[in-house]
């Protein structure tokens, strides 16, 4: 009886998650792990992504002539069966979901049914003032269910500071940003790093009455490829090393930002229907990945976002498909590499510019830098990429990029609803942000 008694007060906890959830996440480096993906699909070699170094090998392009595009970039308006899509309905129920799908499978992986909750406290509130302009801090974070994996803890890692001089809810401009201690590396490293000239851009936003966030993505997965069996999409597989379908770092940045957003509902101070998402770089990638999949994101301000970002793929110049699928992979489903291996780019289904057209209508402004010194990145490729997206957004009822002419720089285009401007520095958003700041306001109001 005794026995029966003991077996029936232990039984739940044999159950209980912390009891049946053990996993010990493999330990792979990024070498291992590419060449684990590369074991799965079957392919024996992929080709060397491009050099920087003008005199290394394989250098980068950034010749026009040489670039391209010299195969048919996908019209984002016609379906996988050929029938073009002349309706927005059609958008809406065919062939959107064509290409995001497509770009699921074969770009950006897909996130699993199963990934766990994500529960929010606020740390800390701070009353402190950014410049003249006082603001209200709150110090977030965002605790990953973890219990199918304890061994991974996550916390999603965000600050929201709004006006607290302003009434009611705000629109907010959420940064996907550095971590803080990779910040102060990058400083020290790097003193002659671009500055802000006058006000940040934080300050910019105070000054209209918005709020701004920053939200660290690492937080949420690891910027390096050895880390996909930690991070969120780690904990998703019980420490396990990816499937080629699974979704890779920049879709898990995207899907933390639309957890911020989630948290945003929630919160008195910030106008839910107002929330723009913006990044620079890698960040700028993942940032243009959550505005096309989130259509709750209002607004976005992709910079220097290149090759996996607002970049077409098919435009040869700067960073390739290459670098993506060997150095990169892990941003990338694995089924990517298979169009730098056995494939090549023209096969590949989908293109950058139906990645901006899923965006369609919300507003969207694509920033980069002048070729001497954000060459990598490819602003004509950015700019045939919207233009290329223009259609939708006219189906759709918005006006579009307006042009096909790669227009000359320091050449705003800010008159619809796709905007575009290449600025005359290096590898940064800080010259654009008052062109986008006045753009989007027609959105955001003041």
Known sequence: MFAKRLLLAIFPLLLSPMATAQCTPVKMTALQARQQMMDLLHIQSIRPGFSGNPNGPNPANYDDAKAGPFSKVPDPLVLDN???????????????????????????????????????????????????????????????????????????DVTLSTPANVKGPVPVIIEMDLDPQVMAMLMKRFPNMPRPKGPTWQQQVL????????????????????????????????????????????????????????????????????????????????????????????????????????????????????????????????????????????????????????????????????????????????????????????LLGARGLGTEVFPPILTPLTSGTLAFRQHDEGHTPMPNWPVFIDWAETWLGK
């Not at 098919?314 to 494939?343: C, Q, T, V």
Request: charged residues 20%; glycine residues 12%; proline residues 6%.
């Open 207 to 394: 000054a209209r009455g918005w709020g701004y966030a920053s939200y660290i993505p690492t937080s949420v997965q690891p910027d390096d490829g050895s880390s996909t069996t930690v991070g969120i999409i780690g904990l998703v597989n019980k420490g396990q090393p990816r499937s080629p379908d699974d979704w890779g770092t920049l879709r898990a940045w995207a899907w933390g930002a639309s957890r911020v957003l989630d948290y945003f509902e929630t919160d008195k101070d910030v106008d839910a229907k107002r929330v723009g998402i913006t990044g620079h770089s890698r960040y700028g990638k993942a940032s243009l990945v959550a505005m096309a999949y989130d259509t709750r994101f209002a607004i976005g301000y992709i910079s220097s976002s290149g090759e996996g970002g607002a970049k077409l793929y098919r435009h040869i110049w700067g960073e390739g498909e290459g670098n993506l699928a060997s150095d990169e992979i892990y941003w990338m489903a694995g089924n990517f590499m298979k169009y730098d291996g056995p494939l090549t780019i023209n096969d590949l289904p989908v293109d950058a510019n139906e990645l901006i057209a899923m965006c369609a209508p919300r507003p969207v402004f694509i920033s980069g830098g002048a070729t001497n010194g954000d060459g990598w990145v490819d602003a004509k490729g950015m700019f045939l990429a919207a233009a290329g997206a223009d259609p939708v957004y006219r």
């Open 82 to 156: 050929g029938k073009p899509v002349t309706t927005a309905k059609m958008w809406w129920t065919k062939r959107r979901p064509q290409i995001e799908a497509a770009f699921s499978e074969d770009v950006l992986g897909k996130v699993p049914r199963d990934v766990p909750a994500v529960h929010w406290r606020v740390v800390s509130v701070a009353r402190e003032l950014n410049g003249d302009v006082p603001v209200l801090m709150k110090k977030l974070v965002g605790h990953v269910d973890n219990s199918a994996c304890p061994a991974i803890e996550l916390n999603i």
